[in-house]
């Protein structure tokens, strides 16, 4: 009685949450009662009316249980499916701007269509944002037609789709996509050129579909935007076999001998480095080999990229593994995502590390990537009004939601109790002996007809035990970034009759499996066959073959080993006991396991096998299964700490961004960009004539010189000889300053006199436009490079996010203020050049592309190409 008193007087937020949302529960059901009375007609209506409030002032709030018993009528009669009380409950916890964690197979696409439906009604759009294009499409075309009968409005954004698709798609009151495609619209909307080409509208409501995968785990690297730089692709294939031999002859140097190591290599950072006795003995080989003569070092600015290429090529020998943190398919290396287990399409390592890995497999090399823009997940979602997500594992990252996106988690009910068996962990001492334990496991559910799943965290565990299970004949699917176009078919099929589905990590798979088999992919089986089509006797063998499969205890989950994260190990769980349905999971462990190996303590170790852990032998502790899920939360925590440095270093260059963007896109809006080059150029003149002569009435003939030659020399204004030859009595700054502005002026008049009006205030636009973008291109690169070096601030005893904060704002300052006289100053140049406007754009994006290697001024660059003899 006590016992159950104090559970009822002190409740958990969550149930206090889920009470409350109970009584608005009980109003939506009794209103859906009420509106299935209406025809078709009459419900269409009341899309119309809600509308109608919400522009008088009525609040979302204050309709959302009219607005939620339509879609639940609306729904029962387009798409055959009534909401339960659970899916209801979810919706209302989304329009709350929560997190609803709800376990896999309870409807989340569902649920989400009353709180998309509801925000929708304000015309001000509701993005929907999935994993992949996969899952997109899916719900896009499930929901269409729910949305479309409510007289809502719906569209689709894919890569690659046409600019006024797009445009229409955005307009729409819900938009479907993927969160990279989102991102990528908002970062191509701030680097265009004209205001037709910008597709969305401002940030409103996103749903976020698997909000955990996409809001924590590719929250760690950051979104770029990228152009391409020549390579030196002879020097990476030549320095890719320096280092590989290096390597073999440091192993074979090593097993005989106890000297220092040349290079060492940090597995849980991801990141390798050669020694101080590495670095001597890397660089007498460059001398030896002629990349560099002997009294010169590998430190001088001349030879540093020789280093960075070494480096490098020693991540990608040591670190980076086929089949594991990439495949290569066409002769392309394409990224493996490590937690969703697919190829992240058209991304690539950056800083010459993709460039390394290319030369290792022996394939072509491509051009090195810059950066043109980049953002982080963290930072464009909080740009949205208001977020919301849903996903069957929250919970365990529930402080990081609250503490970066200000998300509450709610943990929604299970429609049907969950009668999942989670069997113990079992510990083997290797890996050898653990792959044998999992193919007995699998031989004996293959025996009694009983549906596995086997889950891996690598492409090439996967394939290995894809072979073993055929060299004992057993029928098997893969599902791994090889494989992920057949998902879909292959995730819907794992709960059929004796089948045995290996699959890379299973986080967002969007797809539920069913006990018994997917029975429209069996309907489409024989329809597409020759064999004759019997509606009736199909189901009667899907009905039959399910009982079967629910007798021989559902579908039996194998981990091969455990995750850095338990929330991805939750999801692998989740796959099996859905809607009730009976099911089982184990997980096998092996003390050579990355986790256990890297971030287990050694003297924990010495206790396992205190505990019993013998060879052929496998133990299940309680104790170490502990012991196991401490490293996973040790590594949790490390993981989190990666992504909030990289937040709060992130939110510094996002106050930058913010100031870039406003005032990119206040050039962009503005009809009349001469206005606007007139007041920058009076500045810069105002400060470069302050600059020689701090006192404003100070004459110095040295310093008139000096000024002269520099505005010569940037801005081609030539001056008369007696100009500067006045008496020191009537020497001002202003009439040095309004002098060289009247110069300026005056030859860009005479230029836009000759050229056509229209076309000449189009063309100035844009090469404000491309300076812009060219400096925030090297802005960001710096600013990269300042973020990697000043951690060794923290040696001087200092702050070094602090120091970051004033370097970059420094960083910017300067950037601004060079914007400003490269303006002028290509402004000016042009004014003075015989040339096409198109000729000089062209030839200034050639220019900054090869900036590095020219070495030359623009005004030299732009000479010897007219010329023709650059």
């Known amino acids: 009685m006590l016992i159950n008193f104090l559970k009822n007087f002190f409740k958990s937020k969550n149930q206090k949450t889920l009470e409350k949302i109970n009584i608005t529960l009980n109003i939506i059901n009794d ?77 989340k696409t569902l649920t989400s269509t009353l709180p998309i439906y509801l925000n929708a009604l304000s015309c001000r759009g509701v993005h929907v944002v999935t994993m992949n294009d996969y899952l997109a499409k899916r719900d896009y075309n499930q929901n269409k037609k729910l949305f479309n009968f409510l007289g809502v409005s719906v569209g689709l954004n894919l890569p690659e789709m046409d600019l006024n698709k797009k445009k229409k798609s955005y307009l729409e009151d819900i938009t479907y996509g993927t969160n990279n495609e989102f991102c990528f619209d908002y970062l191509r909307d701030n680097m265009i050129f004209c205001m037709d080409q910008k597709v969305q509208r401002n940030l409103n409501y996103a ?11 590719e929250a760690r690297t950051p979104l770029v935007m990228s152009g391409s730089l020549s390579a030196d692709k002879k020097l990476y294939n030549q320095i890719n076999n320096l280092v590989s031999n290096f390597i073999l002859e440091e192993n074979s140097f090593l097993q005989n001998c106890d000297s220092e190591k040349t290079f060492c290599i940090d597995e849980k950072r991801k990141q390798a480095y050669f020694t101080e006795v590495g670095f001597i003995k890397l660089e007498k080989i460059f001398v030896e080999r002629n990349f ?116 509450d988690t709610v943990s929604i009910p299970t429609n049907k109790s969950i009668v999942r068996k989670d069997l113990p962990d079992l510990i083997y001492m290797t890996e050898k002996e653990k792959i044998k334990a999992i193919i007995e496991d699998i031989k004996s559910c293959v025996k009694r007809k009983q549906p596995v799943l086997v889950g891996t965290i690598s492409i090439e565990k996967s394939e290995f035990i894809s072979k073993k299970l055929q060299q004992l004949n057993i029928k098997h699917k893969v599902l791994n970034a090889k494989f992920h176009d057949k998902e879909a078919e292959i995730v819907k099929m794992a709960g059929a009759l004796g089948s045995v ?12 499996i069913m006990l018994g088999g997917d029975f429209n992919s069996l309907l489409k089986y024989y329809k597409s066959s020759k064999l004759k089509f019997n509606y009736k006797k199909i ?100 993981n989190y700490e990666i992504r909030a440095r990289l937040l709060e270093y992130d939110d510094i260059i996002n106050e930058q961004r913010t100031i870039f963007y406003e005032k990119r896109n206040k050039i962009l809006r503005d009809n009349k960009v001469d206005k606007i080059i007139f007041e920058i150029s009076k500045e810069i003149f105002k400060s470069i004539v302050n600059m020689y002569f701090v006192d404003s009435r100070q004459y110095n003939k040295k310093n008139i010189k000096m000024l002269k030659k520099y505005v010569e020399k940037f ?88 120091e970051y904060k004033k370097e970059s704002f420094l960083m910017f300052m300067k950037m601004i203020w060079s914007i400003k006289h490269e303006i002028v100053s290509l402004i000016s140049l042009f004014s003075y050049e015989k040339c096409s406007f198109e000729y000089f754009i062209y030839t200034l994006d050639e220019f900054y592309n090869n900036k590095f290697f020219l070495k030359t001024s623009f005004f030299e660059f732009i000479k010897y190409k007219k010329s023709k003899k650059f």
């Open 31 to 107: 209103m859906a009662v009420k509106f299935s009375k209406f025809s078709d007609k009459k419900l269409k209506e009341y899309t119309f009316k809600y509308r109608n409030e919400v522009f008088n002032g009525v609040s979302l709030d204050m309709i959302l249980p009219k607005a939620y018993s339509l879609v639940i009528e609306a729904s029962k009669r387009i798409l055959g499916i009534k909401h339960f009380n659970v899916q209801i409950i979810g919706g209302i916890v989304l329009h709350n701007s929560c997190i609803a964690e709800m376990k896999t197979g309870e409807g």
């Open 207 to 217: 749903i976020i579909d698997e909000v955990d995968s996409i809001l924590i785990d």
């Open 292 to 407: 560099f003569k002997k009294n010169y070092s590998l430190y001088s600015s001349k030879n540093i990229i020789f280093f960075q290429y070494a480096t490098n090529a020693l991540k990608a020998h040591t670190l980076f593994f086929k089949n594991k943190d990439y495949i290569v398919k066409n002769k392309k290396i394409l990224i493996v995502d490590e937690h969703t287990g697919r190829v992240s399409k058209g991304r690539r390592w950056s800083d010459g590390l993709h460039q390394a890995i290319e030369a290792k497999e022996n394939i072509e090399i491509n051009n090195e990537n810059y950066t043109l823009a980049s953002i982080t997940f963290q930072n464009y979602f909080r740009l949205y009004k208001k977020i919301s997500g849903m996903t069957g594992t929250a919970a365990t990252e529930s402080e990081e939601f609250k503490s970066i996106y200000n998300l």
């Open 501 to 512: 589905t290996i699959a890379t990590n299973m986080a967002g798979r969007g797809t539920d």
């Open 539 to 638: 189901f009667n063998l899907w009905e039959k073959n399910r009982k079967f499969v629910l007798n021989s205890g559902g579908l039996h989950i194998i981990g091969t080993e455990r995750h850095e994260s338990r929330r991805i190990d939750n999801q692998l769980k989740g796959r099996a006991g859905r809607q009730g349905d009976v099911g089982s999971s184990r997980f096998y462990i092996s003390m050579e396991d990355y986790l256990l190996r890297i971030f287990l303590p050694d003297n924990m170790i010495n206790i396992i096998k205190s505990l019993g852990l013998k060879k052929n032998k496998s133990i299940n502790n309680i104790f170490v299964s502990n012991a196991i899920q401490n490293s996973q939360k040790k590594l949790e925590n490390y």
């Open 715 to 802: 801005f081609k204004i030539k001056f008369s000889r007696n100009f500067f030859c006045f008496k020191k009595k009537t020497f001002h700054n202003k009439r040095v300053i309004s002098f060289i502005v009247k110069v300026l002026e005056n030859r860009y008049k005479r230029k836009k006199y000759y050229l056509k009006k229209n076309n000449f205030n189009k063309f100035e636009k844009i090469l404000v436009l491309k300076i812009l973008d060219l400096f925030w291109r090297e802005h960001l690169y710096d600013l990269e490079h300042l973020k990697n070096s000043i951690f060794l601030r923290g040696y001087a005893e200092k702050d070094p996010k602090q």
